[in-house]
């Protein structure tokens, strides 16, 4: 692409689901380039109809080696695929070091696939704030599973599970005595549990753990008629895939015109309105309170007023 | 925060170090910019093809095979087939000082041999993306 195309150009393009132009527009999605904006607000009347798969597990659990395989089955099967591998920025410079890529080269010829690479950029959940956007832009642009890896730290991955249809949470042996997703507090958020690198001699006993927790009632409501499987994968031998692609599949099935269904469907919107809104908040709250920052902040550090009356003080005007 | 600058950075043939590619990748990362690295021993049509899905504004790929003037030339007749002839190209690793002259003729941007500073890199990356302008 030589020249400026504008987005609203470029959508004719991208629903032909040409690679440049999706790949254009996702990064004035990630820019938050407000000439796009109008453009995503179609696409996001259009988009509705791929299948989202978020997949968590602490960094080193085998996410992307298993991106790649599901990825391939999912080819096999007929499917069109788009990946969003998402990773930390450092909060130092700003800057990220993506290299999920390199455990998916098998896939780097393959015109059915698309991976994109994505910082964070001090957006907290796991996800970048543009993760939903590059969604919609893949799924108008014919993508029929996305698959979105996270950045896999800390409690707040909870959030791929409000923005994905099918929420995997992985989890590998020999990464310390107990199920990370347990220590993490992640295993409530799983349709799908998956143990990495069953190739090792300890994956049997990082499956039965699972089990057993499973069993213990703490990961499944017995109200809801999904029982989250436990399936074992070795992306190295690619084994446990076709279990894994059917387990994929009778979750689609179950949410499928059911009320658990549109549940889910609700409750991404719900989500990304939430974000959004405070995105918008955050954006002007900054632009308002700009000018104010340094004064408020004197008479706070002189002791003259409280940090909640400096906190309404900031606050004055946000909204106009 | 304003958009950053991405870059992909690719080994391409043979040759198994990517000691040299890691550094520059995190004095780029240091700099505020969005690094894709993408691993040892892709294609030049690989490459092209991952830098195109990334939209990244620069595409380095380092070499110390002596590859290079086979692997620049697939690269940049990729690029053309592909539409996106203008992202711009650098080179890295260990190339002798006539096939740089070359290399720039058919289109490289730059070439930032072994042992270039990394202020030197990252200022090269700025200005090649400042100079290219909005897009
Ligand atoms: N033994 C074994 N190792 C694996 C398997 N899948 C991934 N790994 C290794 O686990 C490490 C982390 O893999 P990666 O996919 O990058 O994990 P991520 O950080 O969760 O994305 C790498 O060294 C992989 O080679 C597997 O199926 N079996
Ligand atoms: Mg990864």
Redesign the pocket.
């Known amino acids: 692409m030589s020249r400026f195309v504008s987005s609203r150009d470029l959508l004719p393009r991208v629903l032909a689901g040409e690679v440049p132009a999706v790949a254009r527009l996702l990064s004035r999605a990630e820019a938050a380039d407000p000439e796009c904006r109008e453009t995503l607000g179609e696409i996001y009347g259009r988009a509705g109809k791929a299948h989202v798969v978020g997949i968590t597990?602490v960094?080193?659990?085998?996410?992307?080696?298993?991106v790649a395989v599901l990825a391939a089955h999912l080819r096999k099967a007929g499917h069109k695929v788009g990946i969003i591998a998402i990773d930390p920025s450092s909060p130092y410079s700003g800057g990220a070091i993506m290299g999920?890529r390199i455990?998916m080269s098998d896939l780097a010829s393959d015109e059915g696939v698309y991976i994109r690479s994505m910082a964070t950029r001090g957006a907290l959940g796991g996800m970048a704030r543009a993760t939903l956007d590059a969604v919609d832009i893949l799924d108008v642009a014919g993508f029929d599973y996305i698959l979105i890896?996270t950045v896999?730290v800390g409690q707040d991955e909870v959030e791929i599970a409000s923005a994905s249809h099918t929420t995997l949470v992985?989890s590998a042996p020999g990464l310390g005595d107990e199920v990370q997703a347990i220590k993490a507090g992640i295993l409530e958020i799983a349709d799908v549990h998956v143990v990495?690198?069953?190739?090792?001699p300890d994956a049997r006993s990082t499956v039965s753990d699972l089990k057993q927790m499973l069993t213990l009632g703490m990961a499944t409501d017995a109200k809801t008629a999904w029982r989250p499987p436990v399936i074992a994968?070795?992306?190295?031998?690619g084994e446990g895939f076709d279990e894994l692609v059917s387990a994929l599949g009778q979750h689609k099935a179950f949410l499928e015109g059911s009320d658990a269904g549109r549940a889910r469907v609700r409750r991404i919107a719900e989500f990304r309105m939430i974000k959004t809104a405070e995105e918008l908040l955050r954006r002007r709250f900054k632009e308002s309170s700009a000018g104010r920052v340094a004064a408020v902040a004197d008479r706070l550090a002189a002791r003259e007023i409280s940090p909640y009356v400096a906190g309404e003080q900031l606050l004055d005007g946000i909204g106009a | 925060m304003a958009e950053n600058i991405r870059v992909l950075l690719a080994k391409v043939g043979l040759d198994g170090h990517d000691r040299g590619v890691r550094v520059v990748a995190r004095c780029l990362r240091d700099a505020g910019m969005d690094v894709i690295y993408t691993g040892l021993h892709r294609t030049p049509e690989e490459v092209v093809d991952a830098a195109i899905q990334e939209d990244v504004d620069v595409l380095g790929v380092s070499l110390l095979s002596g590859a290079h003037m086979t692997a620049f030339p697939r690269i940049i007749k990729r690029l053309g087939e592909k539409g996106v002839g203008d992202m711009i190209l650098l080179g890295g690793g260990v190339i002798p000082d006539e096939d740089v002259t070359k290399l720039k003729q058919m289109g490289v941007a730059d070439i930032l041999l072994q042992d270039t500073p990394p202020n030197v890199i990252v200022d090269t990356v700025r200005r090649l993306v400042r100079d290219r302008g909005a897009r």
């Open positions: 597990g960094p080193g659990s085998g996410k992307s080696t298993m999920d455990r890896e896999g992985v990495s690198k069953s190739d090792r994968t070795s992306s190295l031998k």
